[in-house]
């Protein structure tokens, strides 16, 4: 199990990895500069995120009947609440209020039947979260996202037969793995 104290160094490592591999609505990287790309982007981000995030969790989740996860890492700037919107310029970016600050929780593995309610929880009430699940064994996160249409999969020692597990796994969901 990861201590919080350690935590910093922890995603150190794994922010270095150059190669890590997606799980993604898209079989392949869409061209720069595709037209169309940001309005199906749009489109799937309204209508499919849920949906989306649900078959990642069952992907993780029949993961950890081979190799268990050891922790869940929930990354965020606080609650929801402590966000004022009034001081969020969305066409310039940038926020005007006191400066918001990441942390990261670790918590231990979730209960089967409550693991899509946490994250679901989590993205609602958090700002701007990540929710990781860390594999000890096999050295690998698997990251989601609330407002993204990718999963990353960043592993300190790249595994074969995991790869191969995960590829099986994630095409009997709809969704393709790239690296």
Same mark, same amino acid.
């Given at each position: 199990?990861?201590?919080? /104290? ?7 490592? #794994?922010? &270095? ?5 997606? =799980? $993604? =609505?898209?079989?392949y ?7 169309? +790309?940001?309005?199906? &982007? ?5 209508? &499919? ?10 992907? *993780? @989740?029949? =993961?950890?009947? +081979? #190799?268990?996860y050891?922790n ?9 609440? $402590?966000?004022?919107?009034?001081? +969020? ?5 940038? #926020? ?5 600050? +990441? ?7 979730? *209960?089967?039947?409550? /693991? &899509? ?7 609602? %009430?958090?700002?701007?979260?990540s *929710?990781?699940?860390?594999?000890k064994?096999? $050295? /690998? ?7 993204? @249409?990718?999963? %990353?999969?960043?592993?300190?020692? *790249? ?21």
């Open positions: 199990m990861i201590d919080d /104290t350690e935590i910093d160094t922890f995603f150190e490592a #794994y922010s &270095e990895l150059e190669t890590f591999s997606v =799980i $993604d =609505i898209f079989p990287q869409v061209p720069e500069g595709s037209d169309m +790309y940001w309005d199906v &982007e749009k489109y799937f981000l309204e209508t &499919e995120i849920k949906n989306f995030i649900s078959k990642c969790i069952k992907i *993780i @989740l029949k =993961i950890s009947c +081979y #190799y268990p050891t869940v890492i929930v990354s965020h700037c606080g609650m929801n609440s $402590d966000f004022d919107d009034s001081l +969020y310029d969305e066409e310039e970016g940038i #926020y005007y209020g006191d400066p918001i600050e +990441y942390q990261s929780d670790v918590v231990a593995p979730i *209960i089967v039947e409550k /693991t &899509e309610e946490f994250v679901n929880k989590v993205f609602d %009430t958090l700002g701007n979260p *929710i990781f699940f860390y594999f064994s096999i $050295d /690998t996160l698997i990251g989601l996202y609330p407002d993204e @249409l990718v999963a %990353t999969v960043k592993s300190l020692n *790249i595994d074969d037969k995991f790869l191969k597990l995960l590829g099986a796994l994630v095409t009997s969901e709809g969704l393709f793995l790239r690296q």
